[in-house]
């Protein structure tokens, strides 16, 4: 089922209509929380619902559990609104959008518990969101750090200008900058994303989502202690996942960013990299945040 949202009265561009698209999935029954879930960087919608080959639906495991799945697309992503001014589309603008969203969904799931998910990319946009907006009852941020991205070129030029800097780390990742919504090539990444034994029609199959992304997003990722800040805001229960093989070298780590929240669980994976659906032990992931997400406050 889509679910559409007008979120233009929130946002700054005029007269231009804009709109969060999504994709609701519902278990047979009641469900025991929904799960608004965001991808990161390079993907859209479809990293939560991946049905080209079969077992990576996250979806389709969260609703066998009893879970409703609201798989959505950011503002400048996928399906979403791609407004013209571009560099406004950034950290603060996607955040508004995103809770508007969801102040919309809460009204077609009256006194449900909404948990926001978010990987990579979207993760920090998920805890920007609550940081300005307090918008869920509990947030999940995985594979995402809010240190230093040792994965990425340029980290010694203009130390003085760490947005200068920023730019010219996300341009080094990027054909199409100057478009705006920009688009990277997977392959440079594939050693990040996977572990050796994800199999290549997943990978093949995986590398033809590649979605843009509007290019402010990126750069404020990149800007250090700039997402750190709207972590130390969070103050509900939060559920960090990293891959053993992910990003971050130092994953525990993280949890400092948090000094507000007073409920926080971290989970390495065993055997997964950044993109933890395609790695062989997704499911123990999947899992956890079912369970984290309907266990009692």
């Known amino acids: 089922m889509e679910f559409n949202a007008d979120v233009s ?5 005029g007269r231009e209509k804009t709109f969060i698209s999504s994709t609701v999935f519902l278990p047979d029954g009641e469900p025991e929380a929904v799960l608004v ?7 859209d919608r479809r990293y939560w619902c991946f049905d080209t080959v079969p077992g990576y639906d996250f ?10 799945v609201v798989a959505a697309d950011p503002l400048g992503v996928g399906g979403s609104s791609k407004p013209s001014h571009v560099d406004g589309v950034d950290f ?12 919309q969904l809460r009204k077609r799931f009256p006194g449900h518990r909404l948990v926001g998910i978010g990987h990579s990319l979207g993760g920090a946009l998920t805890v920007a969101t609550q940081a300005l907006h307090e918008s869920y009852d509990r947030v999940a941020s995985l594979g995402m750090t809010h240190g230093a991205k040792g994965f990425v070129p340029g980290e010694d030029n203009h130390q003085s200008d760490p947005r200068k800097k920023a730019v010219e780390q996300a341009q080094a990742i990027f054909q199409d900058w100057d ?12 050693h990040l994303f996977y572990r050796p034994d994800t199999p290549a029609d997943v990978i093949a199959a995986d590398d033809e989502t590649a979605a843009a992304w509007p290019r402010q997003s990126y750069v404020d990722s990149l800007v250090p202690g700039y997402s750190g800040k709207f972590a130390a805001q969070v103050k509900c229960p939060v559920l960090l996942c990293f891959g053993d093989h992910d990003v971050h070298e130092h994953p525990r780590d993280e949890v400092a960013f948090y000094t507000s929240s007073n409920d926080i669980r971290t989970l390495v994976l065993e055997n997964a990299a950044h993109c933890h659906n395609f790695a062989t032990t997704r499911r123990t992931l999947w899992d956890r945040l079912c369970t984290w997400s309907t266990e009692d406050d």
């Open 9 to 13: 009265r929130v946002l700054e561009f």
């Open 179 to 190: 478009a705006g919504y920009a688009t990277g090539p997977r392959q440079p990444f594939h």
């Open 59 to 68: 979806a389709g495991h969260a609703t066998g559990r009893g879970l409703a």
């Open 92 to 103: 603060v603008t996607i955040s508004a959008a995103a809770d508007e969203f969801v102040r």
């Open 37 to 43: 879930c965001w991808p990161g960087g390079s993907y």
